[in-house]
């Protein structure tokens, strides 16, 4: 399983599921991220932690926590 927290800057995914469960869950689909929406990694922080994705045509930065719960194609 691809997570978003294994995509490289520069690369674009599409969302595949959301795992987890409860308000976690709830807060990463309310960001936008849903099924099969379209995903850019634009930048990755130097110790990993935020990713800085484009999704539905805005900025968001995500933790290595809730990026591993995303998984993609």
Excluded: C, F
Aim: a positive charge.
């Amino acid at each position: 399983m691809r997570t978003l927290r294994d995509v490289e800057p520069g690369e674009s995914v599409t969302v595949k599921a959301i795992h987890g469960n409860g308000p976690i869950k709830r807060r990463i689909m309310d960001m936008g991220l849903t099924k099969r929406a379209d995903v850019y990694v634009r930048k990755v922080a130097p110790l990993g932690d935020p990713v800085q994705i484009t999704v539905r045509g805005y900025e968001l930065s995500l933790r290595k926590e809730d990026a591993g719960m995303v998984e993609v194609e």
